[in-house]
């Protein structure tokens, strides 16, 4: 093991130096710096120390993970260098405010932009998925007239499939007031407020409108995205700014009704507006565009289509396309269909590169089959797409090459449909617009091949490759051990690890942390908790308790060193919410409370309590095999470990 000394000079070395240090904490396994400047890091050199496990930025901050002495690399950096220690911050409203400014400072705009994106999408993601395979289901059981339209049974399935994107402001809302870390259902209600009938209605009504004298212009904010992210990040601020300076008493209810108070009419009179005009000026310039060129039409179209989606102005090329079909076809809708199916290869090209990762071949599976049986793409640009930004150079090449052969052939649609595979009789002459479209998709499943999500992704599916694949499960490495004993003659130990939590049991990969995720601590599971129970999963010692009561460390006579983590990031309730039972040193059997938490209070306060379980020392044995995805109780087998 690497001198704690040393470790401590070099990471501090390599971080920027004391001077580029605004304060730094420790939890359970990983230093956590908040910097002035991450671009000062060597994180090269940093993940090539032998001290250092892998350094990752995340959540503001800058993550250096040593493992289980983390706290004596931490008293040796606090020993030899001035450094203001974090842990006297609290988790108060002016708290977050002068951490995520922090945060902002540190990182470069579209960095920032593009991490609230994702922060925002990545919890629907799974909403998103399985909506589009209703959708998909939908249209095959129309397409062989196994259900009709205007059946009861399909307007339910219907109302299923839609609720989600009609109601996206709402759904918006609530994330991006989570990620930011304010009142999650004020943000929910202001998505809401926007939707609802009174407001809705005034669309129809043919006089000019005003807001206490303001001039007013309604639109259609069902299944926008774009007026809903910049209104919580105008929110956000606001929420801090009233909390800070409204007195204790009347908080509770003066906060969210100024909250909403503000933030409804505001969207309504600005960022809505702002996307009406904006696509208003972007049908003007097609319309100039296409008298140009249909080809360099086709190019720039397809490529900003997926664009125009996400920024909710879309909808303001409808009438163009409409006035289009009415001449005798439309080529605009023809074209978009390149970025449509560029967005199904890109999906499709993930399932190949990644089909050893469960959670990213399933989720771009579904994004594919949904995206070619019924054109529903919003899963893929959402979920993946806006997520990984790799994907979006991508996007726009394979887009535009399809749009471009569009115009190029003269291609149209007929008929008003969805771009999906069953439309196709909408559009003519079929073998060209066949052509284009299919191109779009090669190129996108190919170049997505090729380059990938990025380094986060890719070092999960290494780490599984060089592990011999964590992804099997208990059967199958009991049936291999009992291979290799027959061929090898070799014996092996086999142990069981019981659950220590009530919950759904997931794959490491599935946790939204690259630290645990990329198992640079070492291989296991996590537990989603339905209570707030931790047990002991063996007969063993407690050998080490954090001080914020988040995780703690076992051993048990086969020298199995398990990391139980409570939650993400929850080091920063500094023991908020957590009643620890035992001590370090202390003899536990299977079974023995460890550590009750408020699983209630610590989402309320924001965070994740996903959980993860690992064996901390996993090169000291031969295997670590993980059970099957599924509800667990203390007790029940959730890895077996082969010595």
């Known amino acids: 093991m690497a001198d704690n000394k040393e470790t401590a000079k070099f990471v501090v070395e390599h971080i920027g130096g004391q001077e580029n240090v605004d304060s730094l904490v420790h939890c359970a396994t990983r230093l956590r710096f908040k910097l002035k400047d991450t671009s000062k890091v060597d994180e090269e050199a940093l993940k090539n120390n032998p001290g250092v496990l892998t350094a990752v930025e995340s959540g503001g901050q800058y993550q250096v993970v040593i493992g289980n002495h983390v706290a004596k690399v931490y008293q040796e950096i606090m020993n030899q260098y001035d450094i203001q220690s974090g842990d006297d911050h609290g988790n108060d409203a002016e708290t977050n405010a002068d951490e995520i400014k922090k945060s902002v400072r540190s990182k470069n705009p579209i960095s920032v932009v593009f991490e609230y994106i994702s922060g925002t999408f990545s919890p629907l993601i799974p909403a998103l998925a399985g909506s589009g395979m209703i959708k998909a289901i939908l249209a095959v059981l129309t397409m062989f007239d196994w259900l009709g339209e205007e059946s009861s049974t399909y307007a339910v399935l219907d109302a299923a499939s839609n609720g989600l994107f009609y ?118 310039g097609l319309v100039s565009l296409l008298a140009l060129s249909s080809v360099l039409t086709g190019v720039v179209f397809a490529a900003v289509w997926p664009f125009l989606v996400v920024l909710g102005v879309h909808w303001g090329i409808t009438p163009i396309q409409l006035d289009n079909l009415a001449r005798g076809g439309d080529p605009l809708n023809a074209m978009a269909a390149g970025a449509t199916f560029a967005q199904m290869g890109i999906a499709f090209g993930i399932f190949l590169r990644y089909r050893k990762n469960k959670d990213l071949s399933s989720l771009s599976l579904a994004g594919t089959v949904s995206g070619i049986v019924a054109g529903v793409t919003e899963p893929i640009l959402y979920g993946f797409i806006l997520r990984y930004r790799r994907l979006i150079p991508i996007l726009i090449v394979s887009s535009a090459v399809g749009g471009g052969l569009v115009g190029l052939f003269g291609a149209e649609m007929y008929s008003y449909a969805f771009n999906s595979v069953l439309t196709i009789p909408a559009y003519g002459p079929i073998p060209q617009y066949v052509f284009s479209v299919a191109v779009s998709f090669v190129v996108g499943t190919v170049l997505t091949f090729i380059f990938g999500l990025g380094k986060e992704a890719d070092a999960t599916i290494a780490t599984e490759s060089s592990n011999g694949g964590t992804n099997e499960t208990a059967e199958e490495v009991e049936a291999e051990a009992e291979a290799n004993d027959k061929e090898e003659l070799v014996e092996e130990t086999q142990i069981d690890i019981a659950s220590p939590l009530d919950g759904e049991l997931i794959p490491l990969s599935a946790v939204e942390d690259e630290v645990f995720s990329s198992e640079a601590m070492g291989q296991g599971d996590a537990i989603i908790p339905t209570d707030g129970k931790l047990v002991a999963p063996f007969d063993g010692k407690i050998a080490s308790v954090f001080p914020t009561k988040h ?30 039972h035992v001590e370090k040193g202390q003899m536990i059997k299977q079974g023995d409370a460890l550590i009750t938490f408020d699983v209630a209070a610590i989402k309320e306060a924001g965070y994740s309590v996903v959980s993860p379980v690992i064996v901390t020392n996993t090169n000291d044995f031969k295997q670590v095999a993980s059970e099957k995805s599924r509800h667990v109780t203390p007790g029940d087998k959730i890895m077996t470990v082969v010595k």
């Open 551 to 580: 995780a703690i460390g076992l051993t048990d006579e086969n020298g199995i060193e398990l990391l139980i983590h409570i939650g993400m990031d929850t080091v920063q309730l500094e023991g908020k919410h957590f009643t620890n």
């Open 167 to 284: 109601f996206f402001p709402v759904f918006i809302g609530i994330s991006a007031a989570k990620f930011l870390k304010v009142n999650p259902y004020v943000g929910g209600v202001i998505g809401a407020g926007l939707l609802d009938p009174s407001f809705t209605s005034l669309m129809d009504v043919n006089q000019s409108l005003d807001f206490m004298g303001i001039p007013l212009i309604i639109s259609d904010y069902a299944q926008t995205v774009f007026p809903m992210l910049v209104a919580i990040a105008f929110y956000a601020p606001l929420e801090r700014f009233l909390k800070k300076y409204t007195p204790d008493t009347i908080q509770l209810f003066f906060v969210p009704m100024m909250g909403i108070l503000i933030m409804v009419p505001l969207t309504a009179l600005i960022f809505g507006p702002f996307s009406q005009y904006l696509s208003q000026a972007i049908a003007n």
